[in-house]
Structures are given as C-alpha cells and as structure tokens.
C-alpha cells in the first residue's frame, strides 16, 4: 500500500481548518507545528507542512499527491491540478479597491492607472477581459498601503471583511473572484482506492458539519404534514411513543435553511423539537 502525501499550509488562514478536518476525518497525528513533515499513524498518509504558494507546483509535480490550498492561489501559480473537493472554509473575495476619496466609477477609468498587488496572473486575466490596461505593480506583503505612499493607485488582493481596508482609507471597487478552500489532486491520483477513501472520509465531515440531527414529537393527525417538511438522508424515521395517537419523528435538516424549518415544523404541529449536531454522514 502506497503511502501518500498531501500538502497544507504551515502557517496562515487555511492552516487551522485544514488540521482540523483531517483531525475530523479521524487521521492521528502529531507535532505538525515543529516539523515540516508528520506522519499519520492510523492510515497511509503523511502530511507535508508549506507555504501555500509552493502547494500547487508540489502537487503538480508529484512531489505531493494532494493538496488543501485557496483556488486563488491555484489560479495564480497556473498549476496544473485536478479539483477533488471544495471544502466550504476559506471563504474570500479577491477584490480592487481604491482610495475612500477617489472618484473612479467604472473599470475603464483604470486605464493607465498603477495597481499593487500580490496576483498578477488573476488581475491582468480580469483587466484584459474587460478591455482595461492598466499599470500592474507586483509586490508582497501589505498590498493595502500601496495607494497610501504613493506606489499605485488602487489595490487587487484578497478581502474577507473589509476591516483591513477601512483602517487603511480604502473602499472596495471591484469583486474579481471567490475563492475558498479546495482539495487537489495530481493527475495520478484517479481511482487510487486511499485517495478514494480519505475523499470519503471528508465528504462525510462536511455533509455532517451541514446538517443537524433533529428530532420531535408530533400526533398522528399532524404527520404527514411533519413528514412532508423532513426528507432526511433518505425518509424520516417514525417511531411509536408510549402516549396514545403520538410519534417521534427522527430526522436530518441541512443547516443553510434551519431556521425557516423548525418555523414550519412549529407551525405543522410538532413538539419538544431536540436539535443535535452530526459527527459523520456516510452515504
């Protein structure tokens, strides 16, 4: 059995939640804060620990057969990767923004102007679709205080709340791509049977972490009505209750329209409603 190695990032945004999903999948392993490398001891993996820009070339290459890197850094580098899974975490927008003061209204009045960022590839992609040249400055690290010494006149980089622009006097102008979290693959991964059981393993984490366990009493009469508003995995469980003319109706709710079910579930004649979280889902 081939032992695989799969990419995350050291340090930064994704490093956290990247950890914690493999931990969730039920990997064990140890020490990944004080080593490049950690090897997992309960299935044939090992975890690689790198800068976020290098994980796709790794992948790419061979070096790593999977990796767990934004699709905007996947974009950026031109990697040649397979996209196995969105893993709903490392949500963000890339954006251009401009000074809180300037009077630019629209992308054509960004020709000829200067703009500092750290992705090249992605903004002259977006300026040339639109019909826009503009003055592409490349630089690393805080791309924000660009317009503020006078190096460009409007930023591209990567926005989450918008608190990192207000604090720097700028506002944004223009959403040029989502981005979140993404599994890759190399292109010899297809059909490996441990690739296709940790794929698993996520998708399962992730199905659970969307969806809530419910369950709730209702009377007979009021059923049907319950049962239409709960699909479940497949169908709700109907169980007896001890009480004459009731049952416990055990079901699954996606966690995106929670609320405005329970409302529904409320007003269709359910009682004593317990809402549980989900460890795994495997379909």
């Known amino acids: 059995m081939k032992t695989l190695k799969i990419a995350i990032q050291k340090s930064g945004r994704l490093n956290e939640k990247s950890v914690e999903i493999l931990k969730n999948c039920g990997l064990a392993f140890e020490n990944y804060k004080s080593s490049l490398i950690s090897t997992v001891t309960n299935f044939p993996l090992e975890i690689l620990f790198l800068r976020d820009d290098d994980i796709p070339e790794y992948v790419q290459d061979g070096i790593a057969d999977l990796g767990i890197v934004g699709?905007?850094?996947?974009?950026?580098?031109?990697?040649?990767?397979?996209?196995?899974?969105?893993?709903?975490?490392?949500k963000c927008t890339l954006k251009i923004a401009v000074q809180a003061t300037s009077t630019i209204q629209n992308l054509t009045e960004l020709n000829g102007k200067a703009i500092a960022t750290s992705y090249p590839v992605i903004l002259e992609k977006f300026?040339?679709?639109?019909?826009?040249?503009?003055?592409?400055?490349?630089?690393?690290?805080?791309?924000?205080?660009?317009?503020?010494?006078?190096?460009?006149?409007?930023?591209?980089?990567?926005?989450?709340?918008?608190?990192?622009?207000?604090?720097?006097?700028?506002?944004?102008?223009?959403?040029?791509?989502?981005?979140?979290?993404?599994?890759?693959?190399?292109?010899s991964v297809a059909g490996n049977p441990e690739v296709e059981e940790l794929l698993q393993r996520i998708r399962s984490v992730l199905s659970a972490k969307s969806n809530k366990y419910v369950v709730l009493n209702v009377s007979k009469d009021n059923l049907q009505k319950v049962v239409d508003l709960l699909p479940g995995v497949?169908?709700?469980?109907?169980?007896?209750?001890?009480?004459?003319?009731?049952?416990?109706?055990?079901?699954?709710?996606?966690?995106?329209?929670?609320?405005?079910?329970?409302?529904?579930l409320k007003a269709a004649g359910a009682e004593g409603i317990l809402v549980m979280p989900i460890e795994k889902i495997i379909r």
């Open 127 to 187: 300026l040339t679709e639109n019909g826009v040249k503009s003055d592409i400055r490349t630089i690393s690290g805080s791309v924000e205080i660009g317009p503020g010494l006078g190096l460009s006149d409007a930023i591209f980089d990567i926005v989450s709340t918008g608190g990192t622009l207000k604090s720097n006097g700028l506002k944004p102008f223009a959403d040029v791509m989502q981005s979140e979290a993404v599994l890759i693959g190399n292109k």
């Open 234 to 264: 497949k169908s709700p469980t109907v169980v007896p209750l001890f009480e004459p003319n009731w049952v416990a109706v055990h079901s699954v709710i996606a966690e995106a329209d929670f609320w405005d079910k329970i409302n529904n």
């Open 71 to 90: 699709e905007n850094v996947i974009v950026e580098t031109k990697a040649e990767v397979d996209y196995l899974q969105k893993l709903g975490f490392g």
